[in-house]
């Protein structure tokens, strides 16, 4: 059962990582965006909306929440 949770996690994890950084020597695949943000062009500044800070703070939020997941499963006997 450790092992299928290993698995599970990792390919969880990794599957939020290709999405998030895209892949590479692939062909372009159409995929839901993982997030969406708007960026805002003036003069003399560019800014992100939501900030870069919330965006790296939603997916530390998301690969926690996968870590977490798999302390509630319960040994099967």
């Not at 290993?6 to 990794?14: D, F, I, V």
């Not at 290709?18 to 960026?39: A, H, S, T, W, Y």
């Amino acid at each position: 059962m450790y092992q299928a949770l290993l698995h599970a996690t990792k390919y969880s994890l990794n599957q939020m990582k290709e999405r998030i950084c895209g892949r590479r020597n692939m062909p372009k695949q159409i995929l839901k965006p993982f997030f969406e943000v708007d960026v805002h062009l003036d003069y003399d500044s560019c800014t992100l909306k939501p900030s870069l800070e919330e965006v790296q703070s939603a997916i530390n939020r998301a690969a926690s929440h996968v870590l977490k997941s798999t302390k509630h499963v319960q040994n099967w006997n």
